[in-house]
């Protein structure tokens, strides 16, 4: 399982939405949430919450790939998130996979998309700052 | 007639919102307020027990969609389109997250929000957030 050989991709939120490490493209993690009731809006569809659930969580997790590649120990800390709601998600599995735009020593910028059956045509977009705190262990 | 405190047993008790916990706290001609109560499910990271910034922005997003009701006085079929949320501290360990979000202006197709969440203090939020919602089939106002 490939989600065993990087358990602390995901936060305790993340697990417990049923957000899950689908595989890695280039060593980017790319994540998949099933349409659980959990994740659930509109009758059938999902949560914009739940979508940006998993975006938070993808630009989370490459950026904890990216540190631990460097050999990096980081705390991340969220500074802000805008995500664009492009279309409906229907409740069936929803992906997203993010990419580091910049990765600073104080901060990192990344962009992230979901996508259902058809990537070329995703369901949501966002771009999050985050902070990096890399002497912070309290 | 949309009463938020009436709808919420219904809006808020199954789906995404109901997994959350988020339940009705206050309300006002065009805003509402919901709470987000802790629990160890919705940590963000092992180190600090707050609640992650997911479900933050969750019930941002669920207050800001009953503030557009509460301020056409019915319901009507909104989506986000864009949101943003800032995040100005963590939130304290196991605290309950309190969002209240406004709807301050709408349009034809449009609804503007914005709202903060704080942890007991207003003055001093945890998160601000902006948001426009589009109606889907039909006005929010005549207007």
Sequence with gaps: MTDEAHPDLLSHYARSLGIEVSGFEDNVPVLRVSGIDAIEGRPDHFHGGATSGLMETAAYAALRMALSERGEEAQLKPINITVQFLAAAKKAPLFAKARITKLGRRSANVTVEAWQEDRERPRASAVMNVMIQRDAKA | MFDPAAASPFLLSGGHPGWLGLAYRDHGPDWVELVLPWREELMGDDVRRVIASGPIFSMLDMAGGMAIWAHAQRFVPVATLDMRVDYQRPAG????????????????????????????????????????????GGAPKND
Excluded: K, L, Q
């Design chain 2, 93 to 136: 360990e196991r605290a309950d997250v309190i969002g209240r979000c406004e709807c301050y202006r709408t349009t034809r197709s449009a609804a503007f929000v914005r709202g903060i969440a704080h942890d007991g203090d207003p003055d001093d939020p945890v998160a601000t957030m902006a948001a426009v919602y589009m109606t889907i």
